[in-house]
C-alpha cells in the first residue's frame, strides 16, 4: 500500500511570495549561517572531533546535542536542493566529514557515550536520546541524497540504520523515550526500498506500550552515572530528570509522557511529551499508508479529534504544561502560562502532512495552515536570530526570544521547517494534483504521466486574492482548497464562475492549456469564543482575520491590556501598515474600557456606579510580538456584550 496523495519533492517548487519569501530568504542568508556558528560555539561539532581525535571526556552541551547538527545539516541540504551554493555547499561537506569520522566501525555514532559513557550504550534508551539522535541523522541524510545525489552521509546513516537493527529487539528490546527514530526509518525505506528499514521502524511503533522497558530502566538509574550533566533546566541530573518524567505523584511508573502507557492502537487522547507525541503519530501514519493497518488508522483518528477539538490552542500551538513539555487534559488551555512549544507546532505540521497524503481531507491542509501562520511563526524573530522556546498566549512583558539555548532543539527544526517549505503547498496522486497551501510559487512535476507546469501568486494573508495558471499534457484533475476560516469564496477559471460547495477541495477536470484559475477568499474579521470548558477563556474572545490570529500589545494600546473589553461583534478596520513589523495588516477595534470619572482615591465602589467609556484596541498578527518594545501582551480580550 502506498500514500493515497505524495507531497511534490521540495526542488519541484520555487516560491516566490509577497508574504513568505522574506521568511525564507532570511531562513538561507541569516538563519542557518548564524546557526552554524551556535554549532561552532556551543561545542557541538567539538565533540565530533574530540572522538575522531579519540579523546575522553569532554563532551560540551545536552546529551542530544548531535541532533542539532544533523537538523542544521537537513536545512542546508534543503537549500542545496533549490539552489546551488558552493559556500554553503562546501560548509556542509564540512560538516558531513566530521559525522563520518567520528562514526564507529561498528556503525554506532553518538558522541555523548562515545565520550563520557562508552560502556553504556543502549541502557537508557528512555531519557539519553540514542536512537532520537540517530534519526535526524537519517532524517539530515535522506535531504542531503535527495538534494545532490551523493551518498556520503546516506552511509554514515545507513551503516548506523544496520547497527540498530543488529542491536533490536535481538540485544536489546525496547523503544526510545523520545519518539523521531521511526519516522525516520520510513524516510530511509523511501529512499533505499530495504524492506528491513519499515519492518524496524514498525517494530518501534508496535513494542510501544506493550512492556514495562522503561520502568525496568528506572530501577537501573543508581548504577548509570549522571557524566557531566547536572542541570536546573533538567531538574537535576539526566537520571533524576527521568525519574520526575516517568513516575507519577505516587512514586508509580506511568508510561504517557513518552505515550507509552498503551498500545498505540488503543490510545484514544494525545498524551505526555507533545513533541514526542506529534513524531510518534507521524511514523505510525507513514506505516498506515505503506503496510495499512486498520487499528492505527483508528487510533490516528481518535488521536487528532482528541487533539484539535480539545487540547490544541486557537494558534495551532499544543501541549500546555512546563514541566512535561506536553499535554494535560481535555480543555486545560492557559494562555500566559502556556507552553505551546516550538517544536511541538512544527511536529504537528509534520504529521498533518502526511495526514493529508494518507487522505484526500482539507481539514489536515486547513490545520498546517493555521499553525503555519501562528503556532510555529510566532517561534522565530523577524531578525531570524531570536527564537521562542515556549509561545504564550498572553504575558506581562517578560517572555522573549533569545538567541539560542541550552536544549537548542526549536531554532534548528525551524530552520529545516523554512528550508522545505515548498514540499507542504501541493500533493499528487497517480492522477490528481492538491493545491494545500496559498504560496505564491511555480510547481513543474508529474502526475501519473502527464507533465504539469504550474504558476501561483497569491495575496495572503493580507488579502484574499489567488491565482494559479496550469498548463498540461493532458487532462489532470486540479483540487483547489476552500479554506475553512473563508464562508465567502469564488471561484472561476478563465473568467467562467464554477459553483463549490463550501470549505474544502473543489475538483476541476480539464486539458489544461494555460487556464487561469480565480480564487478569492473574503477576508472577514471573526471574533471567537473557545468551549465553556476551557476556563482559561471563559468570558474572552479573540479575533481571527483570515489565516491570522490576532494579538493586542502594549505599545499600540493606552490602557492595560486586562481593561479592554471586546464587543462580539465589533466595528473593526484593517490597516496594512508596509513600514511596521516587515509590514503586517493590523486591526483597530472598537472596545470599552472602564471610566475612572469619580474613582478618586476610593479603591473599592458599587458596581453599579462603575461606568464604561468607548475606546479602541489595536491588535496585531500573533507571529510579530514582541519584535518591539517590551510589554504586555494577550491574545483573548473580555467580551463586552453591552
Known amino acids: ?89 562546501e560548509r556542509v ?49 535522506v535531504a542531503h541524497y535527495e538534494a545532490t545525489g551523493e551518498k556520503s552521509l546516506l552511509d554514515v546513516a545507513t551503516a548506523f540504520a544496520d547497527h540498530v537493527d543488529d542491536v533490536f529487539p535481538d540485544e536489546v528490546d525496547g523503544v526510545p523515550g523520545h519518539e523521531e527514530i521511526e519516522l525516520a526509518l520510513v524516510r530511509l525505506y523511501r529512499v533505499t526500498d530495504e524492506e528491513r528499514y519499515l519492518d524496524l521502524a514498525q517494530y518501534f511503533v508496535d513494542r510501544r506500550g506493550h512492556d514495562d522497558r522503561l520502568a525496568w530502566e528506572l530501577d537501573r538509574l ?55 507525541a506529534m513524531y510518534l503519530y507521524a511514523a505510525v501514519t507513514d506505516l498506515v499508508a505503506e503496510r495499512g493497518d486498520e487499528d492505527l488508522r483508528g487510533a490516528l483518528d481518535r488521536l487528532w479529534s482528541n487533539m484539535t477539538a480539545r487540547q490544541m490552542y486557537v494558534t495551532g500551538g499544543i501541549g500546555p504544561e512546563h514541566e512535561h513539555e506536553g499535554f494535560t487534559e481535555d480543555y486545560d488551555l492557559p494562555n500566559e502560562s502556556a507552553y505551546a512549544e516550538t517544536c511541538a507546532a512544527i511536529g504537528s505540521i509534520f504529521w498533518n502532512q502526511r495526514m493529508a497524503e494518507l487522505t ?51 531554532p534548528p527544526n525551524a530552520a529545516r521547517l523554512f528550508a522545505s517549505l515548498g514540499q507542504y503547498l501541493y500533493t499528487t496522486d497517480d ?22 507546469e504550474l504558476e501561483q501568486t497569491s495575496d495572503l494573508p493580507w488579502e484574499g486574492t489567488v491565482t494559479i495558471d496550469v498548463d498540461a499534457d493532458g487532462s489532470v484533475p486540479v483540487n483547489v482548497r476552500i479554506p475553512e476560516w473563508c464562508d465567502d469564496a469564488t471561484v472561476a477559471v478563465d473568467g467562467e464562475e464554477v459553483d463549490h460547495g463550501g470549505s ?90 472602564p471610566s475612572l470619572d469619580g474613582w478618586g482615591d476610593e479603591l473599592y465602589r458599587s458596581a453599579a456606579e462603575a461606568d464604561t467609556e468607548d475606546d479602541r484596541l489595536e491588535l496585531i498578527p500573533y507571529y510579530a510580538w514582541d519584535n518591539r518594545e517590551p510589554g504586555e501582551m494577550q491574545v483573548w480580550h473580555r467580551a463586552d456584550d453591552a
Open 504 to 593: 474544502g477541495y473543489l475538483r476541476l477536470e480539464r486539458e489544461w492549456d494555460g487556464e487561469r484559475i480565480e480564487l478569492e477568499f473574503a477576508q472577514r474579521t471573526d471574533v471567537v469564543a473557545a468551549h465553556p470548558a476551557v476556563e482559561a477563556d471563559a468570558g474572552r474572545v479573540a479575533v481571527e482575520r483570515g489565516p491570522l490570529v490576532y494579538a493586542a500589545e502594549a505599545v499600540d494600546n493606552d490602557r492595560p491590556l486586562h481593561q479592554y473589553a471586546v464587543p462580539t461583534e465589533p466595528d473593526v478596520t484593517a490597516t496594512h501598515e508596509p513600514d511596521s513589523l516587515n509590514g503586517v495588516t493590523a486591526l483597530e477595534t472598537d472596545a470599552t474600557v
Open 222 to 276: 543508581e548504577e548509570i552515572g549522571g557524566g557531566e550533566y547536572d542541570s536546573d533546566d533538567w531538574e537535576g541530573s539526566i537520571h533524576e530528570g527521568s525519574r520526575t518524567v516517568f513516575l507519577d505523584d505516587d512514586g508509580e511508573y506511568d508510561g504517557s509522557y513518552a505515550q507509552a502507557h498503551a498500545p498505540v492502537r488503543e490510545q484514544d487522547a494525545v498524551a505526555g511529551h507533545s513533541v514526542r
Open 1 to 89: 500500500m502506498a500514500p493515497s496523495q505524495y507531497s511534490v519533492a521540495n526542488g519541484e517548487v520555487r516560491i516566490d511570495d509577497e508574504f513568505w519569501s522574506p521568511w525564507i530568504d532570511r531562513n538561507r542568508s541569516v538563519t542557518v549561517e548564524y546557526q552554524y556558528d551556535q554549532l561552532e560555539a556551543s561545542g557541538t561539532l567539538d565533540n565530533f572531533r574530540r572522538v575522531i581525535d579519540g579523546k575522553e571526556g569532554g563532551f560540551r552541551g545536552m546529551w542530544f546535542q548531535d541532533s542539532d547538527a544533523y537538523k542544521w545539516l537537513e536545512a542546508a541540504s534543503y537549500e542545496l536542493a533549490k539552489a546551488d551554493d558552493p559556500d554553503l555547499r
Open 360 to 410: 484526500t481531507e482539507s481539514k489536515y491542509a486547513d490545520l498546517i495552515e493555521r499553525t503555519l501562520y501562528n503556532g510555529f511563526l510566532a517561534g522565530v524573530g523577524l531578525d531570524g536570530k531570536h527564537f521562542f522556546y515556549v509561545n504564550p498566549l498572553a504575558s506581562e512583558g517578560d517572555h522573549h526570544r533569545k538567541g539560542w539555548f541550552t536544549c537548542a532543539c526549536c
Open 93 to 141: 561537506d564540512d560538516v558531513i566529514d566530521l559525522v563520518a569520522g567520528a562514526q564507529a566501525d561498528d556503525g554506532y555514532l553518538n558522541t555523548y557515550f562515545q565520550l563520557v559513557e562508552p560502556g553504556k550504550k543502549w541502557t537508557n534508551l528512555h531519557m539519553l536520546h540514542e536512537l532520537y539522535c540517530a534519526g535526524h541523522l537519517i532524517e539530515a541524510a
Open 431 to 452: 492522477d490528481e494534483l492538491y493545491v494545500n497551501q496559498y504560496v505564491g510559487s511555480t510547481l513543474s512535476t508529474t502526475v501519473g504521466d502527464t507533465d504539469v
